[in-house]
Structures are given as structure tokens and as C-alpha cells.
């Protein structure tokens, strides 16, 4: 019997809908929220308010792409956390309603676990056991996985995510949020090797990015005292320093947690896997060090409904589905 499911992303600021069959993608519909751009950040109630003008058109486009009709659907899965509580709210409540209206059943997916299973959407896809460097705004954490729904996170950031670092640097460089994009774009010109920031020196295979974000503070600070365009004089080698210097300590936590457990079938995933510094890195190191590299499409490495929908699948294989009185869970752990 095929397996058809609807999926429904809302954790943060972009409303998903995707639709699966039998573990193939077929459709993956992303709304973006112009909105935050003129506050500098993610402002939760125009979040949510925004997926509940999006939800909508969001899943009636992913069906008609897919040619799936809803009656088809074997069931709907929906991001259950970790994320902003109002958005998820939104994506939980539209998916508990459909789900009962069509008389199938929910699913609820960890959205950190979805990072790593986007894997599993296209070829090649990852053998096990592997590592998987998961990178994100909220996140950054090395997860062993053993299977598809075994998995087990060895190494985190105990303070700050190295997404933060990188939009609150591109914040003191006075570019627009989303500033991570932007950095990666301008580091592209910029010679790396110019400006050196802090590497903060953490035990094991945990990271810690606080203090990489206090020393440009106090370096651009500094800098800026001698010559006040200094920041648009240096621009594009800021951008190229400061991508090497988080690019730096995710690599070098991630050859060491390979080292520890010997395995070599290596993966990225998360918004900052779009990161073209970070991707580079990760091909000319697995090159060196034997290691076989899996790298998501760029569609599902920021927040998406495809990722959602492949982990539902086995979830649905797993006979793993939830009771209608769930809730969203805004600290959701792996």
C-alpha cells in the first residue's frame, strides 16, 4: 500500500508544506517573511501571524505540484519543536485539523532530527553509522546517527549557535538581517588571512561562539578608533576573517568527533550548511582525511517541509504517530 504524506514546517519564520510518497519528495513549497527585515531580527507575533496568512496556499500549492489530491493522504505530519511557541502553533493546530477532518492520522517530527534525515531525500545518501555537523540560527550540535530514528548528539554549543554568530557579526558590520547569507556573499572577494578573530578553546567536542562574537565586538571597536570607515574600507576581508573563524571551529570539533569514533561517512546539514565556505571546507578536509562527505541540496538546508515529510515517512514505517492533545514542544531536544 503506498504511503502518502502531507508535511507542514512552521518552527520559525517560513511557512513549508511538502507532500512524500513512498519516500520521494515530490513537491517542497517554501513562503518567506519579508516582515522581520525593518526589525533586524524575527519578531514571533508577526511570525505567527504571518503562517496563519500563509498556511493555506502554502498546502493547497505543495498538493497541486505533487498532483496529489487529499483524500489521497495516508497522513499529515507537522513540525512539533523546537521553535518560536507562536509559530508553532499555527503549523500543529493546521495539521491536527486536517488530519481529523480526513480521518487519518498525525505525525510530529523534531525538526532538529529533519535537518539530518534531508539526507534522505536525494542520492547519495549516507550509510551507517554516520556524523552529521547540524548547524543552524538556534543549533549547533555533532549527532551521531545509528538509524533512521536513532540518533544521539555527542558534541553542542554550550552557550551560542554559530548561526547567531554569524547574523550578530553581519549586524556589526551594519548589514540587513538576514546578515549570514550576506557575509558568506561578501567573503567571497575578501582575503581570509588578514583579520584573525578569537577561538575559543572549549573542551572535547562541545562549541562555544560568545566569545568569537565579544572579539570582533572589541576588535571593530578598536579598529574603528584609528579610522572610523574602517569597517567599509575592510569590508569584504572582515567578511572573509571572520567566515574562517567559525568555519574553523566547526571543522576542527568535527574531525575531532570523527577521530573519537572512527567513522568516516561525515555529513552537514542546517541553515549554515548553505554556507559556501563551510561546504568547501568540508569537501577539501573529507578529501584529506578519507572521509565520504554528504551535503544537502541547498532547498532543504534551510527550514523546509521536505526534510519534515522524509522523516515522517519512517516515522510512519516505524508505526511512530501521536495522540490529537500534542502539543508544540519550543525546546525540543533530539
Known sequence: MSVTILAIESSCDDTSAA?????VVLSNVVANQEVHKEWGGVVPELASRAHESNIVPVVDTALKRAGVDKKELSAVAFTLGPGLMGSLLVGTSFGKSMAQGLSIPIITVNHMKAHVLAHFIDEPKPKFPFLCLTVSGGHTQIVLIKDHLDMQVIGATIDDAAGEAFDKAAKMLGLPYPGGPLVDKLAREGDPSIFEFARPRVQGINFSFSGVKTSILYKLRDWQEDEPD????????????IQKTIVDILIGKLKKAAKQTGIKEIAIAGGVSANSGLRKRLEEVGIKERWNTYI??????T????????T???????GDFAQMDVVPNPR???
Not at 230 to 241: E, P, R, V, W
Not at 296 to 301: A, R
Not at 303 to 310: E, L, S, T
Open 19 to 23: 507532500v512524500c510518497k513512498d519516500g
Open 230 to 241: 574602517f569597517i567599509k574600507n575592510n569590508l569584504n576581508d572582515l567578511c572573509a576573517g
Open 296 to 301: 544537502p541540496q541547498f532547498q532543504y538546508c
Open 303 to 310: 527550514d523546509n517541509a521536505g526534510m519534515i515529510a522524509i
Open 312 to 318: 515522517a515517512y519512517y516515522q510512519y514505517l516505524a
Open 332 to 334: 525540543m531536544k533530539v
